[in-house]
């Protein structure tokens, strides 16, 4: 093919059109094959860990993927890292954590400033996620950094009643109630379903506003030479 295959797995509905849009902004030439199993959130938000059964079903959708021709996968479910190391060294090709390229820019940003950045979350189950896998890239890298965070309340549950408005609102007002960001280099969105409240942090702050999709889009297109 002249155009590499690209899939993206997706454990909510709330994930796709976010990172369709930062595909069509910053890699629109990839092909994109889209596969969501919505059980998996409500399955690891019931058991209250990962299970080998959970594990091995991240190895299988990695594995359906590269079946059917994806050269790279990308995961968009914040809450499942261990389960995407399984899947990555299960196929041969580049397979991508969902925060893991936007954390490698926040622990930059930490070294240059003040070695502390904030974590904003929807899903409270990603925050443990993803601060393990902050400590792990930061002690990899020899970087000393510090991630605060924060669980944002009743947003996610907005957003999934189709109110995008009060979702974006609710992260947005967070940062007046939360005073965990202050002194950080950067805020962080944890999930793919947030980076639509992009603009509305970024109005009350004066750093650094990232999200996990552009990130993740941009490493995962220069990991497969596109």
């Not at 590499?4 to 454990?11: D, K, Q």
């Not at 059980?39 to 690891?44: F, I, N, P, T």
């Not at 805020?187 to 509305?200: D, E, K, T, W, Y």
Request: charged share 20%; glycine share 8%; aromatic share 4%.
């Amino acid at each position: 093919m002249s155009v590499r295959r690209v899939a993206l797995i997706h454990a909510t509905p709330l994930a796709i059109a976010p990172v369709n849009e930062a595909f069509a902004r910053l890699w629109p030439a990839a092909e994109r094959m889209n596969l969501l199993d919505d059980s998996l959130s409500a399955d690891r938000a019931a058991a209250g860990t990962l299970t080998g059964a959970m594990i091995d079903r991240f190895r299988a959708l990695a594995g359906y993927c590269v079946e059917h021709g994806a050269a790279g996968v990308l995961f968009t479910c914040s809450a499942f890292g261990p389960a995407i190391e399984a899947a990555r060294d299960a196929v041969a090709v580049p397979v991508l954590k969902p925060n893991e390229a936007m954390l490698v820019e926040a622990l930059g940003l930490a070294g240059r400033g003040s070695g502390r950045v904030a974590l904003l979350a929807t899903f409270a189950p990603t925050i443990a996620s993803v601060a393990d896998e902050f400590r792990h890239l930061g002690t990899s890298r020899g970087v000393t950094a510090e991630l605060v965070t924060h669980h944002v309340a009743d947003a996610m549950a907005a957003l999934d009643a189709g109110d995008g408005l009060r979702h974006d609102a609710l992260i947005a007002a967070a940062l007046e109630r939360w005073d965990g960001w202050r002194d950080c280099a950067a805020i962080l969105l944890a999930q793919f379903s947030m980076a639509r409240a992009r603009a509305a942090v970024a109005e009350r702050v004066q750093i650094p506003v990232l999200v996990s999709t552009d990130s993740a889009v941009v490493a995962l297109r220069r990991a497969m030479g596109g």
